[in-house]
Structure formats: C-alpha cells, structure tokens
C-alpha cells in the first residue's frame, strides 16, 4: 500500500474529488481503487497503478485463542511488523500498532527487544497496520468495529515521536478513521522528552509507563534504557504531565516469577505508586525467554498487597497469549 502520491494526483482533480476517495478509502475500506465506482474509470486505473492498496500480510491465527489474531504485515522494502487485534466483549476490538520495525531498547524480558532494531516506521505505515484490521472487519461494520488502539506493538513509539503523533492525528482526523483520542493509548519506556512533548498536544490519548520494576537496580537489568532515565527521573516527569493535563497515568509491570514479584518488590512498588491519578496494571507475563511467569495466584496476592498499601490496581486479562500478543512482547519469532 502507497498513499504518498495521493494528495499530489488530486491536485488536479475537482475538490469533491477529495470526499469522494476519502468516502472510499476511509470507510467504504476498498482495497482497489476499481470498487470505488464512483471515480472515472481512467482515475481509478492512474490510482491502482501508483497509489496501490493492496497490503502485503500473512495472518498468523492460533487455535487456541479465539479472542486474537496477529498479522505480519510487509512494507515495500520487505521489513515486517507485526500487529493484533484483541476482541474484546460485544464485537469490540482493540488494536495493537507497531511503531518501529524492532526496537532499540533490547529490554531483557521482551522478544521484540532481543530481535534487534530495522528501522523507524512512517505514520502512513503505522495506519496500514490499522486499514489491515479495519478492513478484515469492514463486511460486518455495523456490529464489529475497532474501540480502541494501542502503541505497544514493535518498538518505543517516543523514539519515532513526530511519526508516531502524526499518525494518531490520521486515525482521530474526523474525515478519516475519526477515532476518538481517548480511545488511543500509547506505552513508553519512560523516554521523558516524549512524555514532556505528549502533555503539550491537544489530543487527550492515554499515556502507559512500561516499569516492572520497583528499584532501579533492577528495571537497570530489565530495561538497560532504565540507566538513562531513573524511576525517580521518569516519575517527576509523570507528575508534570499528570499536573499539565490532569490525566491519569498507567504502570505496566509484568508480573516475572522470583524476579519482581515477592513480597518486598510489592512494599517498594507501593511506596512509588500511591499517588492520586497513578494506576498500576499488573500483566501476567507471556513467556519469551530467559523469565517465567508469576502463577495466577502469586499475582492477586500481589494484587492485595497493594490495595492494602493503599495503590490502585487493576489486573489485565490475558488476552493473545497463544500468539504472543503483550506489550513490549511481539515478534522475534517470526524475523
Ligand atoms: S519492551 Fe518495548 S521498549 Fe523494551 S525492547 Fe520490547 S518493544 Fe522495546
């Protein structure tokens, strides 16, 4: 799929041209120009031809798990990401986009990190990722549609910030997707430039700090990002984004057996996090590599002990875990 010559073919075309291919591509969802009948046949020919739609995927289902569905998707260059989609209750669905092909962060836990980085994606190329679901759902709109999206696919969508903003401004663009902001979420590693330039844009989308860990010492071996912006650094940074724009803020901490889920590592997460706006999401850990995950059990006694120390906290469903769908846990498999 190539939009970039787009805006320039209609140029040169009546300006209703422009509702017309939007009509088509934003919500008829067409993946060739020749079903927007609308358009003059030589139109659609010029279109197909440098403006093509088809999206290059390989869909990877797991029997397994009937609520996700994970899809490569290949750019032209033929790097690849990957992407999923969650159903939640009452045909809704959550999206999760990728922002880099790889990641540069290389946390320990995380095969995406262990797959090494490509390159940064374009917003166009982080929307196709979107039309690919959009249009696996289109022939039943009225009852299915896409809720929610969330950048925790491939990569720290803060390193490719300008990219990555640009495309939630495709997908909230009311004459495009028009997805509400609030349905958006974004997860950081803590890079603070990011979180500082986020509380400045008008879109209110929601913001998720990867921590999973209490102590930098530890997030230091888990997240080697973690030496260069300390917990201490990162929750400052929070607290102003939190005071600039009254948001409540996320913290995803997946739950690793004998690693950052006893007793003591509850203690220290509290003292951090009991904070008014401050949530904590406890995310049972799909297992990638060298970690294991802490036991259903082991998690809600976590669970309890931060309510008793007076934290907000919330469990997520673990949803795609057959297909390694969780933040900051695609791909590697599949380069
Ligand atoms: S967890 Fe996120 S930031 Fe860390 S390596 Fe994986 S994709 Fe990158």
Redesign the pocket.
Known sequence: MNLSKLSEILQAEPKFRFKQVYQALYLDLIDDWQQASVLPLALRERLNIECPLTIQAELQKDASDKRSEKAMIYFTDKVAVETVLIRQRDRRYTVCLSSQAG?P???AF?A??ASGFTRNLSAEEIVEQFFFWARRLRHNQDVEKIDNVVFMG???PFLNYDEFIKAVKILHDPERFNLGSRRMSVST?GITEGIKKLSSEKLQINLAI?LHAPVDSLREQL?PIGKKYPIAKVLKTVDEYIAKTGRRVMFEYIMMKNTNDDDDDARALANLMRKPLYLVNLIPYNTTGRFQASSPARINTFQEKLESMGVAVTQRRSQGQGIGAA??QLAGKKK
């Open positions: 990641c962060l290389g946390c995380c995406t990190g491939m990569g720290e590693a990867s997240m933040c900051g």
